[in-house]
Structure formats: structure tokens, C-alpha cells
């Protein structure tokens, strides 16, 4: 399909190596959406390639959880799980939270965590050590729980795949409830209630949403069941409303799709995190230096990585710790910790993509639809990052190996996949399961984990090429980058900007938009940081911009951008309002390049 196009701009294969094509759109629904509210043309263009229509434009630009939040019950078990849960905190039962230790796990977490101490009750919060325990629910755990008094149990993020441990926990009559939002299975594990918008019984409509999606319903539900059994008489109900920065925050940061009720929930949850009330969240902004109103680039990319490091480096309870405490010396003490093991994250990291980057260039020629790549002695906890740098640089799936040694002597994997658009990699690790190649693992579009034995590496990584290949055969992956229009230097001005920031939050499914500053010309480029590419571009009008482009500087771009001052450049990015000093303006992220006469 994408040969029978032109390339946009005639750029078929970028500095970058990509194929630049125009976001499909309907022109005229593009007209229509621009006159008719008054907005630039560009701007109607990116909403129209959004799918927007007439109708749905005003409830697109003003998502509203009155028009979108739908019924807790229509959730299989939904009522089972809030009849459960009500009735521990009205009986005071012991109620733990077993939670995954990612982002959307920990937002999950603390949000229950808050409702259960607005309505008077206590709730442990119990985050498994990633290196020790690994993913989700196990035995042993849960009847540690069970010995120490807890009478039920709460999963959030996990425990749709956790068939052995929901059973021993079974066995042993202790009370389990799933709030999971992972791919299912047709056999579901046993528990009181297993709420997960992904079960096959449902019907599929809100199978984007995240584990504090899943979560945020399953409140509303409880708080429910609770006023319907008169516990509020005497007792001020809580507003839901006020942890829906936390719901935001996990949304955005498990990369689910913003659209529907996932956009409504970041969009009013951005609100709230503006308003600064949770003291975790507002002592992380301030160490990271976030000043201005936080949006989802923020969360996904500033506050997000910062609550995840305690878990990728074995401190797996700090980031549900810093968002459910009302402590403001605590917030600061937990935030200051995990920005310092965000620090050690990103020098593992390092480490472990450059070890793994050898090894692919060593069989480059080798290197088919899934990217499979395994090491010893590479931290379990940046293997996800791993894969997504590779994913992005590979343009097709990746699937990072952590390989170490078992107490028998046995070499044991544990990975972690990222995917890319129109690849289901992690219903091809649930299918490497069944088929007995996997000791456990689970997933979803987009991102999946495993844990494999060292002698079924080479079985599972035909198997999962495979099944990938058959994927990509249907539609052929082509690294393409997707563009929304073409603008001179002088048209990327704040103005526009503010009026394409009204289309947000942006994010998966919701595209920030990106376009192609054409024919500028590199007139100054220097190295910032570390590895990064800063550049001052000039339009044939003499307007000038700001641009940058982050770990470019060993990539062809950026030796392109570097060596090529005075040089017309077609360059592709996002616009972003850039404050210093108090002075506005604009500024460019570079994503590719590629000289302005590409043909």
C-alpha cells in the first residue's frame, strides 16, 4: 500500500531510514472542522486524521466522565468484587492490595490505598521484589498474607494468569479479588471476582483501559455498595473525583490507547495532578523541576519513570508508597530515593542497550520480524526500556533476555517484549505458553513479559518469529513516519501551538502531532548533555527556530545536522511551547531528518 503512495515530501528514505508518509484524512471533513469552529486549517487536518467527525468534535476537545464513565456493572464479577470489598471495610476485616510494581500497578494501589483510608479503613499495600519474585501473585506470598491475619486480597495489574498462586490461595480460604486488565484466557484462575475489561466474556469495549482505569471503576463501585448499605449515614462520602490524578497518570504511562473513556480520564485527571493535592506526586514534580502545568508528556516521560525506578531496581513499594502518603516530609524523602535510583536506572540501562546493540550488530544480517536478543547478568528491571529502545530502532517488535542462574544450576530467562503497530506479541506469548515453551508469561498488544527456561531459548524464539512473521505477512512492516503536514519556519509559532495543545492529551491513539518544517537551514548545531543534537534552524523568510533532538548524536541524523550548516533540511518533529527565563517560544523535537532535495 504505502508504495503506491508518494512519499510525503518525496522523502522515501530519511537520514533515519524511515519512509515519510501524510496521516491519511478526509480534506473536506478537514475544511469543515476548521471553518466551522474557527480554527487553522492544519488544525482541522489533524483532527479529521484523528477520526474526529462533526458530531464527536466538541466531546473530543471537551471529554467529559459525565458522558463517558460508564456503569461499573456492566463489568463481569464488578458487583461481586464491590460486594467483597464493602463488606471488609464494614466488617474491618485485614485488606491487602497485591500490586504490580510499574506505574499503572502503583497508581492502582495507591488509589485503593486512599479510598480505603477515606472511608476509615486500613489497606496494606504488598508490591513483589521484582528480582527475587518476579511478575504478579505467588503462593508464597499470598499465604504470607494469609499467616499475618489478611482475610482478602486485592490484585491490581496482575493475577489473570496467576492460575497456580490464585489456587494455593484458594486452597488455603484465603479471599482473592483480580482487578487485571491483561490479555485472558478462556480458563480463568479462581478467585471471589475477577474483573478485566479483557476477559472473552466481555464484550470488548473497553478493553483499552488500563489496571487505574480498571481500578477507578471498581472504587465507584464499592463506594456504591457502601452508600446502598447505609454506611454513610453520619459519615461524609469521599470524592472519587480527587485521585483521578493518579488515574491519569497510570493511564498514560501504561501507553493504552487515549481515546474514549481512557482520553476523559487523563484529561480531567491532568486537572487535578495541576492542582498539586497529592503530596508524592507534587514532591516528585519539584525535584524534577516540572514549573509548568503538567500534561501527559510530563507524566509519561518525567514523573512516570521516576515512580517506576524503585521497582526496575528492587525497591518495588516506593512509587505506591510516595502516592498514597499524605506526609509531605515522607513525599520528599520517597521522591528524593527515587530519583536517585532513577539515576542508577539510567546508567544500567545504558549498559545493558549497548551490550545488547553489540550483540545484534554481530548477526545484523541475521536479524528477522522480531528482534530476540538475550544476555547474562543484564538487571531484570531495564529490560522493558531495552525493548523499546529497540523496538524504535529496529522498527519491528523486540524481545529482551535477562538469562541468570538458578540455585540448581539451571539458566532461567526473564523477558520483556514491546511491539509495534499491528503486531499482537502478546497474544503470541500466551500462545508460546500454552504450548508448554514458556514458564510464565502474559501480555497485550503493545508489551509483554515471560519467564523462560535457558533450553527452550531457541524453540521459543523460532516459535515467536513465527508467529510475529505471520502478523507482518498480512501487513509488511515498513518504517514509516507518520506526518500531518508541512509548515515553513515561520509558521511553527507559539500561536499555532496553543491551538493544536486544545487537541490533547496526547498519547497512543492520540498522536501528538507532527509535522515537517521544510527547506530550513542548519545555521548553528552543537552537542548538549550527553548525547543530544541542539540546532538553530532559518526558513527562506529569515524566521528562525529552536529545535533539538534528543540521543541523536551517534546516528546518521545527527552527524547529518551537526556537519550540515547552511544546508536546506526537511525537518520532522513535534512543537512544543519552550518557557526560559520568562520569555516564550517555540521549540521543535526532532524525530527525523532528511535533506530537502530527497527524491
Known sequence: MTDT????LNVAHSLSGKRWQARPHDERLAWGLAQGRGLPEIVGRVLAARGVTEDACDGFLNPTLKALLPDPSRFKDMDKAAERIARAVMEGEPVAVFGDYDVDGATSSALLRRFFRAVGADLRIYVPDRLKEGYGPNGPALLR??????????TVDCGVSAFAALEAASDAGLDVVVLDHHAAEPRLPPAIALVNPNRLDEDGAYRTLCAAGVTFLAVVAVNRALRNAGF???????????????????????????????????????????????????????????????????????????????GRVGASDLGARLLSTDDPMEAMDLAQKLEAHNAERRTVE?????????????????????????????????????????????SRPACVIALEQAADGTVIGKASGRSVRGVDLGAAVIAARQEGLLLAGGGHRMAAGFTVAGD???????????????????????PTLELDGALAVGA?????????????????GNAEPRFAVTDARVVRADVVGANHVRCILQGNDGARLKAIAFRALDSEMGKALLMGRGS????AGVLRIDRWNGAEGVQLLIDDAAPSQSV
Open 5 to 8: 503512495v508518494p512519499p510525503f
Open 456 to 478: 527452550r531459548m531457541a524453540a521459543l524464539q523460532e516459535f515467536l518469529t513465527s508467529r510475529v512473521a505471520e502478523q507482518v505477512a498480512a501487513a509488511p512492516l515498513v
Open 568 to 571: 536546506p533540511f526537511h525537518i
Open 145 to 154: 498474607l494469609k499467616a499475618e491475619g489478611v482475610r482478602l486480597v486485592v
Open 350 to 394: 545504558q549498559g545493558v542497550l549497548e551490550d545488547a546493540l553489540a550483540r545484534l550488530e554481530e548477526h545484523a544480517e541475521e536479524l528477522a520480524e522480531l528482534v530476540f536478543v538475550a544476555g547474562e547478568g543484564w538487571h531484570p528491571g531495564v529490560i522493558g526500556i531495552v525493548a523499546s529502545r529497540l523496538k524504535e530502532r529496529y
Open 232 to 310: 454513610y449515614a453520619g459519615r461524609n462520602e469521599p470524592n472519587l473525583m480527587e485521585w483521578l490524578d493518579l488515574v491519569a497518570l497510570g493511564t498514560v504511562c501504561d501507553v493504552v490507547p487515549l481515546t474514549g473513556l481512557n482520553r476523559a480520564l487523563v484529561a480531567q485527571g491532568l486537572k487535578v495532578m495541576a492542582r498539586r493535592s497529592n503530596p508524592g506526586l507534587s514532591a516528585l514534580a519539584d525535584i524534577a523541576g516540572v514549573k509548568e502545568k503538567p500534561d501527559a508528556y510530563h507524566a509519561g516521560f518525567v514523573l512516570g519513570p521516576r515512580v517506576n525506578a524503585g
Open 492 to 508: 511553527a509559532n507559539a500561536a499555532l501551538v496553543e491551538r493544536l495543545n486544545q487537541l490533547g492529551p496526547f498519547g497512543t
